[in-house]
């Protein structure tokens, strides 16, 4: 029988995300950001060792626009620092529940490997 | 605008137009605002805008080819056909057009086999216009269904030559050989009065 519901994808079903996805949604957890704001925070964030290039960054936001874990949310110019207009974005529910879902994953992963003592302990 | 920026808009192009269209100035502006900051270390900041590129750009080309298969698929079987037909002919003039340039190469120039260098070089030919021909196919070009007929009759040239100097020839190169410029001859024939549309790949 063809279904006739429209199936609403859960946020683990994302999962695992991919280590530039699960960096631009922890930055727009704290608030609506456009492209560079992103870029800035994650680098700042993991403290330089992680840079988006601009083609990362909007690659990876089309694909998240596409299956709806961000939104649009306007264009303006940042009140800060510019004189251009730009694109903002903001995460969604099902960005937010698949940000969730990635850190639960890679917090479990981080208790296997302290308890292999892969991590936590001295090493020689 | 900085020259930096001239040629970063430049490499954009490497992106498929609609990704262009939609993020490139974007993108510019974040990659300008990059440079401002960065300014000290010119070499290294290349170097990484470089790799983004080289990493992002074929996966949205994939994509975006991806969404126009998509688009092909849903718009018919005569699209359908069209592609497959175009996809065949790329192959096999490849493959021509490699056994042919070897062919040349061992025989025709080492060895001074003047039958051997005549066929090797109307088969590079029919398998250049092969290729041509898929190609013009796949992007719907006005002389597609000309170009295809012109490849199908210059291989059936080249079989009916192979054919005399080689007569035992096995069933899939008489398959090859004549069934397949046959059946692109018949659809290009069969394909020039349609309209042909938009490209498929710009």
Known sequence: MARTETSVPSPESHIPLTPATFEILMALVGGERHGYAIMREVAERSEGTVRLGPGTLYGTLKRLLDVGMVAESGERADPETDDERRRYYRITKLGLGAARAEARRLEQLVRAARRMKLIGVHQP | ?202
């Open chain 2, 1 to 202: 605008m900085s020259a930096a920026e001239r040629a970063y808009q430049l490499l954009l192009r490497a992106y498929p137009r609609g990704f262009r269209d939609e993020y490139g100035r974007e993108m510019a502006l974040a990659f300008r605002d990059q440079g401002r900051e960065v300014q000290r270390n010119a070499a290294r900041f290349w170097a990484e805008t470089l790799v983004d590129i080289a990493r992002s750009a074929p996966r949205l080309q994939l994509e975006a080819l991806r969404l126009r298969g998509d688009r092909i698929i849903q718009t018919g079987e005569g699209t359908m056909t069209k592609m497959t037909m175009a996809i065949l002919a790329i192959m096999i003039g490849a493959l021509e057009a490699m056994n042919a340039l070897q062919e040349v190469w061992g025989a025709g120039i080492v060895s001074h086999d003047s039958r051997a260098l005549l066929g090797g070089t109307i088969a590079m030919v029919a398998g250049a216009l092969l290729i041509t021909a898929g190609i013009a196919l796949l992007r719907r070009s006005p002389n597609a269904a000309a170009l295809a007929q012109a490849a199908a009759v210059t291989c059936l040239v080249v079989f009916a030559f192979l054919a005399l100097a080689l007569p035992l020839l096995s069933g899939f190169a008489i398959l090859l050989g004549i069934g397949f410029p046959i059946a692109l001859f018949a659809f290009a024939h069969w394909d020039r009065p349609r309209d042909i549309g938009a490209p498929i790949l710009s």
